[in-house]
């Protein structure tokens, strides 16, 4: 199983620029993957980016080049920065990652709790 915790959020100003940050923890094999997901109120889930645990990381259009992820494999953290905010970009963001829970499979994804972000105009 895998813990995943995120930290950061808040009110933040458009314009601004937003860092979270998320943990992991647990009894697994390895994080093969990590990443973001947001859900805005009225809209589907939205899938921002992953991060490998080689650092290949991959954008989601509607974000690309606003947002770096980032992650430290030895502190089992992945980080998200979102800069140039706009109102839009009010949503909770979720922790996102796929972990083999040992050497031989399976592979299972989890979630983060969720973080509130909120961007005042």
């Known amino acids: 199983q895998v813990q995943l915790v995120e930290s950061g959020g808040g009110l933040v100003q458009a314009g601004g620029s937003l860092t979270l940050s998320c943990v992991a923890s647990?009894?697994?094999?390895?994080?093969?993957?990590m990443g973001w997901y947001r859900h805005a109120p009225g809209k589907e889930r939205e899938l921002l980016g992953t991060?490998?645990?080689?650092?290949?990381?991959i954008y989601a259009d509607s974000v690309k080049g606003r947002l770096t992820i980032s992650a430290d494999n030895a502190e089992k953290t992945v980080y998200l920065q979102l800069n140039n905010l706009e109102p839009e970009d009010t949503a909770v963001y979720y922790c996102?990652?796929?972990?083999?829970?040992?050497?031989?499979?399976?592979?299972?994804?989890?979630w983060g709790q969720g973080t509130q972000v909120t961007v005042s105009s």
């Open positions: 996102y990652a796929n972990a083999m829970l040992h050497t031989w499979g399976p592979n299972r994804n989890y």
């Open positions: 991060i490998t645990r080689e650092g290949k990381s």
């Open positions: 647990g009894s697994y094999s390895r994080l093969v993957f």
